[in-house]
């Protein structure tokens, strides 16, 4: 990854400063609980507040043509702020019409919105993977989400999955996008555990983008797994991934909320339990 990491920090020399580690705020993905929510959202809410969670992160609308719509995002918001949690970073739906959404994420208070993945990568003969030139096509979208972002005064920023850090003649996704677009234009939200998937060093990676990691998802990775027979994403704690060494050093090097996300857990409200403790634990220790 060391396009990027020259990309990355060679737009940005200046020095980040990170606040205290106690007390940082915590985030909480929304796909974590999912199940949890479709039986009690209120009190879902109330549950990760009093797990130790300060920020709630939701879709905006769909991910996919195949995903049903979500909750109303004006709903979640205000059930956000009942239960004394901040509107985290917002999803952006699959649909292309970006000024409306970004000035509804305005609206409910977020100040990151997030593009979930490349749909390159589903729409081939090959789920996940793609051509360059397919990519860099898709790139002009990205340039609409961004100037739509600007427009309402948000950060636009990107999630990587493993596909992301295969080179397409060349540079990988990741850093065709860090080279094509400049800091507070396209940034990022780095998901450590795809990170890991890919055998990409999470730290190196979040230390070669520099600030322009702006959002970070927090998961581990069962590396014995081999699905569909078992879930390899799992809660920070319960796989390969050492959080009690990797906390400390990623808050050294950003100031980015993490939100703990998990992948069709079997309990979510048991992995949002278990991965606040973990990082919690590890913050205390660092």
Not at 152 to 167: A, F, K, Q, S, T
């Amino acid at each position: 990854m060391a396009g990027v990491g020259a990309v990355g920090l060679g737009a940005c020399a200046a020095p980040m400063a990170n606040p205290p580690r106690a007390g940082r705020p915590l985030g909480l993905a929304q796909l974590t609980v999912a199940q949890a929510l479709k039986d009690d959202y209120e009190g879902t809410l109330r549950r990760a507040k009093a797990l130790g969670y300060t920020h709630f992160g939701f879709p905006l609308g769909p991910q996919s043509p195949r995903h049903g719509a979500p909750r109303d995002p004006v709903e979640v918001a205000a059930s956000c702020r009942r239960a004394g949690l901040t509107v985290g970073t917002v999803r952006l739906a699959h649909t292309p019409d970006y000024p409306r959404q970004m000035q509804l994420a305005a609206r409910l208070g977020a100040g990151i919105a997030a593009q979930s993945a490349a749909d390159v990568f589903f729409t081939g003969t090959v789920p996940g993977r793609t051509t360059r030139a397919d990519f860099e096509r898709w790139m002009l979208r990205l340039g609409q989400m961004a100037s739509a972002a600007r427009d309402e005064g948000l950060r636009l920023v990107y999630h990587n999955h493993d596909w992301d850090h295969v080179p397409l003649d060349g540079l990988t996704p990741l850093e065709l996008i860090a080279q094509r677009f400049a800091p507070g234009e396209v940034d990022f939200e780095i998901d450590l555990g795809w990170a890991a998937a890919a055998g990409v060093d999470p730290l190196a990676l979040v230390e070669g983008l520099g600030p322009r990691v702006l959002a970070l998802h927090l998961k581990d990775l069962d590396r014995s797994c081999s699905p569909p027979g078992c879930q390899r994403f799992v809660a920070p704690g319960e796989g390969d991934l050492d959080y009690a060494a990797l906390m400390p050093r990623l808050d050294g090097l950003t100031d980015a909320i993490g939100y703990v996300e998990v992948d069709d857990p079997a309990d979510g409200l048991l992995a949002a339990a278990t991965g606040a403790a973990t990082i919690r634990r590890a913050r205390q220790a660092g």
